[in-house]
Each structure stands twice: as structure tokens, then as C-alpha cells.
Nanobody, 121 residues
């Protein structure tokens, strides 16, 4: 079993900053991709940022220059530093991890339960 525990969601004013964290635990052999998605009611879940082995990153155009994704492989943890937050960043943010549980096994995708980020004055 694998668990993802997210933290860092909060309510902030426009222009503020937040740092989200997501720690994976359980049966983990290796992690290839770690990422963050977000979703607002009535809309599809969208990619915010992801980071793969070797620290190759990809960002949604709407967050480039404001958000930074990073990972600590020793802790199986991914972070999302969010600066210059805007009201349109308000959403539930979900952590996402692609991992292999045992040597030679298949890759599975896991999702965290989500953490609320609200940007409002």
C-alpha cells in the first residue's frame, strides 16, 4: 500500500505565497514522476507542474514564473512553492506520483486526497 499525505493548503491574499508538500510512504521501490494538479468545481483536473527523474520539470503556462516544483528523493516528497498567487489559483490541489512498488514491477499512479488553496482578499 502507498499513501500520499499533502499539507500546506491555506487561505491567502492575492500576491501571497504558499508551499505545498506531499510525502509518499509505504511500499515504494522507485518514483519516476511527481506532480501537482488542481481542480475547481465544474472543471476538469488540470496539470499545474510535474517533475521527473533527473529534475526535468514541466509547468502549466498559467503558473510559469510564479510556481516552482521540487522533490526530495530521500524523503519521497514533492513540493510546490507558489508565489504571486492570484484569485484564479484558487482550487483543490492534488499530489500525483508514478511509482514502482517492487523491483521489476509495473508503474502505478497514485493520488493524494487534495488540499484546498484559496486566494482571496
Amino acid at each position: 500500500q502507498v499513501q500520499l499525505v499533502e499539507s500546506g493548503g491555506d487561505s491567502v491574499q492575492p500576491g501571497g505565497s504558499l508551499r505545498l508538500s506531499c510525502a509518499a510512504s509505504g511500499s515504494i521501490f522507485s518514483i519516476s514522476v511527481m506532480g501537482w494538479y488542481r481542480q475547481v468545481p465544474g472543471k476538469e483536473r488540470e496539470l499545474v507542474a510535474r517533475i521527473i527523474s533527473g529534475d526535468i520539470t514541466k509547468y502549466a503556462d498559467s503558473v510559469k514564473g510564479r510556481f516552482t516544483i521540487s522533490r526530495d528523493n530521500a524523503k519521497n516528497t514533492v513540493y510546490l512553492q507558489m508565489n504571486s498567487l492570484k484569485s484564479e489559483d484558487t482550487a483543490v490541489y492534488f499530489c500525483n506520483v508514478d511509482l514502482v512498488a517492487s523491483y521489476g514491477g509495473p508503474t502505478f499512479r497514485y493520488w493524494g486526497p487534495g488540499t484546498q488553496v484559496t486566494v482571496s482578499s
